[in-house]
C-alpha cells in the first residue's frame, strides 16, 4: 500500500475530529469560558502560575508529552501488520485520548491548578486520592524503564550515536544559562544557537568511529543504562531552568521540525509498506509481542492512540500556565492530535522495511534464526548508516532510525546522506526520552517525596538538597534496576499496562467531575473510551501475569508480576471510588456552569 494515501486519509480525519468533536467537547461538555480567570493569574507566582502565549505553551506541552511511546509502540506493533495499529491510532486519539487530555486539564484549571491526585481526593474521596498517587509512582517508574530501554538499545556499541547524545547536554546547559541571564529576549536567539549546535554534533559524530575517540565513546548496554542513570538523577535535582527547560525548547523545534520534514518527505517519495494489513501472529506467538491482537495491540500502540502520563502533564505543569480556558482546545485536543501524528508516521518508518529486515533488527540472532525469515537489504543498510552491525539492536529504536533515514535520503539529491539522516533520527528518537526521562523522574521525585514527607516533614520540602537526592536516587534505581534485568519484550508491555491504567484512573476521575457538575448526561464522552480502556488494560494485566510473558519462578519475574497486580488493584479502588461519587447526583457540586 501507498503511504501517501494513508497520510492524506489520516491529516482529513484529524481535522474533522478537531474542527467537529472537539469543539462540541469544548462547548457543550466542558463550557469553556474564555473570561473566566485561571490559575495563572489568580495565583501567580513567577515560579508555576505563570500566564504563557498560547503557541508558547502549545510547544511546552507537545514536547513534555510526546516522548518515545508514540515512536516505539507502533514500531512494534507492526508484528500484527499495519492495519491494527493505523486503525487505533485514529480512532483512539480522536475518541479517548485527545479527550482524556482536553478533560483533565479544564478539570485542573478549574480547581486552582490541582494534579490529578489531588482532583480525585476531591472528587472521589482522600484515600482513592492517595491510592492514585501511589499507583503513579509505579507507573511512572516502569514507564521510564520502557523508555530507557530504547536509549540503551539505540546507542549500545554505537560511537556516533553516543558523541551526538553526550553533545545534547553541554548544549542543554549552555542554553539553559544563556536564557536564565538574557531573559524572554534570549529564547529564540539560544534555541536556534542549540539547533544549529545539535546538527553540527550529528555531523561532528561521523568522525568519531575510527578515531582514536571512538573508545572512549563506545559503551555496552549495561554501561549506557548507568549512564543514563546518572544523567536521571542530576537531571532530577539541577533547577528546572539549567537543564529541563532549555531541553523542552530543543525537544520542540526539534519535534516538530523533523516531524513536519517526515510528512513532507512522505508525501514526496510516496514509499510502499512492505508489511501485510495482518500478519500471522494476530493469535499470538508472535517474535516480539507473543500475547494475541486482542489486548496486546492497544497497550503496545500505547502513548500515539491514549496515554495516562499525559494527565500528569496536563494536571501538573500546563493547567498552572494556560493564560484562557479558550485555549485549553488547541493545546490539550491539538496537541494528541499532533503526537498521533507522530505515531502514523513512526508505523509507515518501520513498515517500509522488507519483513525479514524488520525482524532481523528486532530481535536477538538466536531467535531470528529460529522464525526460518531470511534478510533482503539489510547488509547493504548496515554499510549505508555507517554501523558495524544493525541485527539483534532491539527495541524498535534502531528500526525507526533505519526507515527514517531510507525515506529522507530517498529526497532528491539526498541519497548519500543516509548514514547522517540515520544518526540524526537517532538524536532525535533520544532527544524524545531523556526529555520524559529528567521530567518523569523529577516528577516521580515529587511524588515519593509527598509520601515520606506525610511521616517526616523535611520530605516535603522540595528545596531540602538531602531529601531530593535521596527521593531521587530510590527512584532512578528503581527504573535503573527494570532495564538491567529486563528485555523489551518484558519491559514494553509491562510499560503499556502501566500507562494504559493512569489513562483509565484518569478517564475515572474526568467521568466523575463531569457527573458531579451537574452534565451527567454527557459523561458518555469519557465513559465510553473509559470502559474500553480499562477492561483491555485488566485483560492485559491478566494475560500478563498468568501468561508466559514475565520470567517466571525469579524475582524479576515476581517482582514484575507483584507491580502489575499492585496497578491493576488501584485502578479497581478508583473505579468504585468513582462509581460511589458519581451516585448522590443531587448533591453534586456546579464546577462547570450550566448548558
Request: hydrophobic share 55%; glycine share 10%.
Amino acid at each position: 500500500m501507498n503511504a501517501f494515501w494513508i497520510v492524506v486519509g489520516v491529516v482529513a480525519l484529524y481535522a474533522i475530529a478537531y474542527r467537529y468533536y472537539s469543539a462540541f467537547v469544548a462547548a457543550r461538555v466542558l463550557a469553556l469560558d474564555p473570561d473566566r480567570e485561571c490559575p495563572s493569574k489568580a495565583r501567580f507566582d513567577g515560579q508555576n502560575f505563570v500566564p504563557t502565549h498560547k503557541w508558547v505553551l502549545f510547544g511546552h506541552h507537545f514536547a513534555a508529552i510526546t516522548g518515545a511511546g508514540p515512536l516505539i509502540g507502533p514500531v512494534l506493533a507492526a508484528q500484527f501488520g499495519f492495519l491494527p495499529s493505523l486503525l487505533w491510532l485514529i480512532i483512539g486519539v480522536c475518541l479517548g485520548g485527545a479527550v482524556h487530555d482536553f478533560v483533565i486539564m479544564v478539570a485542573s484549571v478549574r480547581r486552582g491548578g490541582k494534579s490529578l491526585p489531588e482532583i480525585a481526593r476531591e472528587e472521589i474521596h482522600p484515600a482513592v486520592g492517595a491510592v492514585a498517587g501511589l499507583a503513579i509512582l509505579f507507573i511512572v517508574v516502569v514507564a521510564l524503564a520502557g523508555l530507557g530501554v530504547v536509549v540503551v538499545k539505540a546507542l549500545a556499541g554505537s560511537p556516533w550515536g553516543t558523541f551526538t547524545i553526550a553533545c545534547t547536554i553541554p548544549i542543554a546547559l549552555a542554553m539553559g544559562v544563556w536564557m536564565q541571564r538574557g531573559g524572554h529576549g534570549a529564547i529564540l536567539p539560544a534555541s536556534a544557537a542549540g539547533v544549529v549546535a545539535l546538527l553540527a554534533a550529528v555531523f561532528v559524530g561521523g568522525l568519531v568511529p575510527g578515531s582514536p575517540l571512538a573508545a572512549a565513546f563506545t559503551f555496552d548496554a549495561r554501561q549506557i543504562t548507568l549512564l543514563l542513570a546518572v544523567y536521571g538523577l542530576i537531571a532530577s535535582v539541577l533547577p528546572v531552568w539549567l537543564l529541563l527547560a532549555p531541553r523542552d525548547y530543543l525537544s520542540a523545534y526539534m519535534k516538530l521540525g523533523t516531524v513536519g520534514l517526515l510528512f513532507i518527505a512522505v508525501v514526496i517519495v510516496q514509499p510502499t509498506l512492505q508489511m501485510p494489513a495482518l500478519t500471522q501472529w494476530v493469535h499470538g506467538g508472535g517474535p516480539l509481542v507473543p500475547g494475541p491482537l486482542y489486548p496486546f495491540v492497544f497497550i503496545t500502540v500505547a502513548c500515539g492512540a491514549i496515554s495516562g502520563f499525559h494527565a500528569l502533564v496536563a494536571s501538573g505543569t500546563t493547567s498552572k500556565m494556560l493564560s484562557s480556558e479558550a485555549h485549553a482546545r488547541p493545546i490539550a485536543y491539538g496537541s494528541m492530535l499532533l503526537e498521533s501524528a507522530v505515531g502514523v508516521l513512526a508505523l509507515i518508518a518501520a513498515t517500509i522495511l522488507p519483513q525479514g529486515d524488520y525482524f532481523a533488527i528486532n530481535l536477538p540472532p538466536e531467535v531470528f534464526e529460529k522464525f526460518g525469515m531470511k534478510t533482503e537489504n539489510l547488509a547493504s543498510i548496515t554499510v549505508a548508516v555507517g554501523e558495524e552491525s544493525l541485527a539483534g539492536r532491539t527495541g524498535g529504536g534502531v528500526t525507526l532510525a533505519v526507515g527514517m533515514a531510507q525515506i529522507l535520503s530517498s529526497l532528491p539529491g539526498l541519497k548519500a546522506m543516509m548514514a547522517y539522516w540515520y544518526h540524526f533520527a537517532i538524536m532525535f528518537e533520544a532527544l524524545f526520552i531523556l526529555t520524559t526521562i529528567d521530567a518523569g523522574t523529577r516528577v516521580a521525585r515529587f511524588i515519593l517525596a509527598e509520601y515520606v514527607g506525610a511521616v517526616w516533614k523535611p520530605f516535603a520540602r522540595h528545596d531540602w538538597l538531602p531529601g531530593n537526592l535521596i527521593a531521587s536516587s530510590l527512584v532512578v534505581a528503581g527504573w535503573s534496576w527494570f532495564i538491567l534485568t529486563g528485555s523489551i519484550q518484558q519491559i514494553w508491555p509491562m510499560f503499556g499496562v502501566a500507562n494504559q491504567l493512569l489513562a483509565g484512573i484518569a478517564l475515572a476521575v474526568g467521568t466523575t467531575v463531569i457527573v458531579r457538575s451537574g452534565r451527567a448526561r454527557y459523561a458518555w464522552v469519557t465513559l465510553v473510551p473509559f470502559g474500553f480502556v480499562f477492561v483491555t488494560t485488566q485483560v492485559a494485566g491478566v494475560q500478563l501475569i498468568f501468561g508466559n510473558f514475565l520470567p517466571s519462578g525469579t524475582l524479576v519475574g515476581r517482582v514484575d508480576a507483584g507491580l502489575t497486580a499492585v496497578m491493576i488493584v488501584a485502578a479497581w479502588v478508583v473505579l468504585i471510588g468513582a462509581v460511589r461519587a458519581c451516585l448522590p447526583t443531587d448533591v453534586a457540586r456546579a464546577s462547570l456552569p450550566a448548558s
